[in-house]
């Protein structure tokens, strides 16, 4: 049986200097996984404006099912400004308020998320108090609880991420979001022990760790712990290269390939999007497998180097 996923957050259009992309970090795993032919809902909401019929059109165009997808009255659309001055680090000023900050409970989507194998939530979907309250009511329906940490400042407060990491069965991070996070608690020496700490800390079933240019890492409740170079690749921007990162993880482990291999998978459809340009180049699995293979992982290259001009990336 094809695992069900369900995915609540923000859906919004990516405004670059010369581009409008549509994004969200939950709406870019949703599809994602969607492409992986997941059975998926993404619950979130839009505007009844010009800019959310084009969200709308641009999900359903990519297979997304927006039965889930609300529309308001009083909100406009949501929209992001990123700054792609650094190729490898993309920032973003996120207008708020917007539609999707009002997300309203359903008693129907709450079904839809208690018969999901995996619920998939971020950081930006609590940060005001209408969809933070849906989240949370979602949140005691759900099974196998995704958390995608992904900090944008200054749209997150330490009591909202601590609550969030609390509810989590399963954490996804980078590496300078680990150190925030650890710098709220304790002191610690090394990335494996503040994997090992949060995981104790929280109660959690697995952490997975990006490293930028180190690749990824996970450990387990249990002690399993993976880790992986990543892969190098010629940054076009890292737009959605998390988002493609996790999908392509939560694909992987969905559909019981071992967690080693889930790693790689996903490490590699980070790297793969980070050398296209925007969240959501178009490519499928076999694209996938096919750059594991063509590729050269860090480790393998002489003297452990990057090429000039060309980064291993995992964000």
Known sequence: MTP????????????????????????????????????????????????????????????????????????????????????????????????????????????????????????????????????????????????????????????????????????????????EVMGWLTPFESEKQAMAFLIDHFKLDMLVLTCGADGAMLLTASGEFHQHPGFIVEVADTIGSGDAFLGAFLYQTATGHPLAESLEFACAAGAFVAGKAGALPAFGETDIQDFIHTQLPLRQHPLGQHPLGQHSVTH
């Open 4 to 179: 069900k996923l369900t995915v609540f957050g923000e859906v919004l259009w990516d405004v670059l200097p010369d581009a409008r992309l549509a994004g969200g970090a939950t709406m870019n795993v949703a599809a994602h996984l969607q492409r992986y032919g997941m059975d998926v809902a993404f619950i979130s909401r839009v505007g009844h404006d010009e800019l959310g019929d084009e969200l709308l059109a641009f999900m359903a165009q990519h297979g997304l099912d927006t039965q889930w997808v609300q529309t308001g009255e009083t909100h406009l659309t949501g929209i992001a400004k990123a700054n792609v001055s650094d190729s490898n680090e993309v920032t973003y000023k996120i207008l708020h308020p917007v539609a999707w900050d009002y997300i309203q409970f359903d008693a129907a989507a709450a079904q839809q998320v208690a018969h999901s194998d995996f619920f998939v939530y971020g950081t930006l979907a609590a940060r005001d108090h209408t969809t933070r309250a849906t989240l949370m009511r979602y949140l005691s329906h759900a099974q196998t609880r995704v958390f995608d940490v992904n900090l944008r400042p200054p749209h997150y407060t330490r009591e909202q991420v601590l609550e969030l990491l609390g509810f989590a069965g399963i954490v996804k991070m980078n590496e300078h979001e680990i150190r």
